[in-house]
């Protein structure tokens, strides 16, 4: 006699198996995810479970599975965009890049004027082309 085992695990994919295998002989055991194993208070449209912006969960509160969206969209479905919501608001990254930004090219401005002062100073106390040349240097050392 062959029998076959199919758990589906509630997923936002058409099918997808994770798992097969053959348990004893002609008894097999399949794993797979799908959106035909989610709660039917959870509704699959065209872009997907939960409209591709949640998740399909039981909410204790309700004692009833539903969609639990996304951050910035709402409705039964996910499928109402929330404008405005934090989810869309990238103020606060766009702030903290420009303060990087500024602080990137005020430490490019100091290390370039430290390093022109460094050259300035060098070629003021060590003028080398007053030095006498290599032959010279060992005539004066040796007496």
């Known amino acids: 006699m062959r029998t076959a085992t199919l758990d589906v695990e509630c997923a936002n994919t058409a099918m997808e198996i994770t798992h097969a295998q053959e348990d004893t002989s002609c008894d097999y055991h399949v794993n797979m995810k799908s959106y035909y ?3 039917t208070q959870c509704p699959v ?3 997907g479970l939960c409209s591709s912006h949640g ?3 039981y909410d ?4 009833a599975p539903r969609c639990y969206c996304n951050l910035g969209w709402s409705d039964k ?13 990238y103020s606060i ?11 990137c ?5 100091v290390i370039s004027f430290m390093a022109y002062r ?13 030095l006498p040349s290599g032959t010279e240097m060992v005539e004066t050392l040796n007496f």
């Open 77 to 89: 479905d996910c499928n109402t965009h929330i404008y405005g919501s934090s989810g869309d608001d």
């Open 118 to 130: 460094v050259w300035k100073l060098r070629k003021e106390h060590h003028d080398y082309s007053s």
């Open 93 to 103: 990254e766009i702030g903290l890049l420009v303060v990087l930004l500024l602080v």
């Open 45 to 47: 449209n065209s872009k």
């Open 37 to 39: 194993g989610c709660p």
């Open 105 to 109: 090219i005020s430490l490019i401005v």
């Open 55 to 57: 998740h399909c969960a």
């Open 60 to 63: 204790e509160a309700l004692r």
